[in-house]
């Protein structure tokens, strides 16, 4: 699977051939209107979208549900203990507990989220269970465990070796320093710094045979950050959001700016007023450079956004950010994102 990647520096080329940005659309709008025989597709956050996607992609090409494939892809990182940013193996917080925070979100605006809860790997399956067997939308901490127990789940030790190895390094400092791009190094933490870490999350979206819509979005969040901190990745708005009606959209990177932006509401409701999916994006990382154009240097948040017509792009901060796209023609596309800086 690695040797068939193929890594796509966006680009007039990639453009053409891929048919995925605004100036193509634009000027050829009714074809790629015509061209909808992308669907069903899935896209995906970062390297580890490729597997994810691989997953997704068996239940979309039986013409399964978005909802469905979703789920079953971001279950792929969570489930990979070399991963140190999603599920189990993820970095703990500075107390040395493993948090996740995940969110998922169907068609029909229907939507659960679990927030720092621990000792389950899969957290995407609770939200989807909060979503559908509870009259809420999210459950956070002992209340999210205590629901997983209670439908079925099993208590895990969700702490590796070698992420306690990387903890114990980082408590020497004790730093928080979020540490941008160095996200090529997930599949060997051992090789960290102490006093790095990494952030990463995986952010799916999927549209699928029926032309429905459906995103998830998983992650152990900032590595040793503060106990009970939640970031962006489980809160409906911010970390993902889908209308089924125009477009759905995720988000990866330092959360807290994410939040205060409503990441990923802003770009669906930009795709709605008619921008692509990559300026949507484009605007939404723009809005967090006015908000804070010091501290949007230093930090990296990337949006990946996808509309009804399976149109998709990204924009981030900074270089280094990636997707992968996964429909009839590929099953395993990279994509580097653009970027501001
Ligand atoms: N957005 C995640 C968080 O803030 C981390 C990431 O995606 O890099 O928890």
Redesign the pocket.
């Not at 990494?198 to 999350?201: G, K, L, Q, V, Y």
């Not at 988000?251 to 807290?256: M, Q, W």
């Given at each position: 699977m690695i040797n068939r990647r193929k890594f796509i520096q966006q680009g007039v080329l990639g453009t053409v051939a891929l048919g995925f940005t605004n100036e193509i659309y634009a000027q050829s709008a009714f074809n790629s209107i015509v061209k909808t025989a992308t669907k069903p597709i899935v896209i995906s956050?970062w390297d580890f979208g490729i597997a994810a996607n691989q997953a997704a992609w068996k239940i979309l090409k039986q013409n399964g549900r978005a909802l469905d494939a979703v789920e079953a892809g971001v279950k792929v990182p969570e489930a990979d203990l070399k991963n140190v940013?999603v599920g189990n193996g993820g970095y703990p917080d500075r107390d040395g507990h493993v948090t996740l925070?995940a969110c998922i979100m169907d068609e029909n605006g229907n939507c659960g989220a679990v927030l720092a809860m621990e000792h389950i790997t899969h957290a995407i399956s609770v939200a989807r269970l909060v979503m559908e067997k509870t009259p809420h939308v999210m459950l956070a901490g002992e209340g999210a465990l205590q629901f997983a127990l209670e439908n079925g789940f099993q208590k895990e030790d969700l702490l590796t070796k070698e992420s306690e190895k990387a903890w114990k390094e980082w408590l020497k400092k004790a730093e928080y320093k979020p540490i941008m791009n160095i996200e090529n190094q997930h599949f060997s933490p051992n090789k960290l710094p102490g006093n790095q870490y990494?952030?990463?999350?995986i952010g799916m979206l999927a549209l699928d045979s029926q032309g429905n819509m459906s995103g998830a979005c998983t992650?152990s969040?900032?590595a040793f950050?503060m106990h009970g901190r939640?970031?962006?990745?489980p809160i409906i708005g911010a970390?993902l959001y889908v209308d089924n009606e125009v477009g759905a959209a995720t988000?990866?990177?330092?959360?807290?700016e994410?939040v205060r932006t409503v990441g990923s509401f802003l770009v669906v409701e930009l795709m709605r007023q008619g921008y692509s999916p990559e300026d949507a994006c484009k605007k939404a990382v723009q809005r967090i450079v006015k908000k804070k154009p010091e501290k949007a240097k230093e930090i990296?948040v990337g949006f990946l956004a996808m509309n009804k017509q399976g149109q998709y792009g990204a924009y981030a901060l900074q270089q280094g950010f990636s997707f992968a796209v996964c429909n009839e023609e590929q099953q395993d596309l990279l994509i580097k994102g653009k970027s501001i800086y």
């Open positions: 956050t940013t925070d990494n952030h990463d999350t992650t969040g900032m950050k939640v970031g962006d990745s970390g988000s990866t990177g330092v959360g807290e994410v990296q």
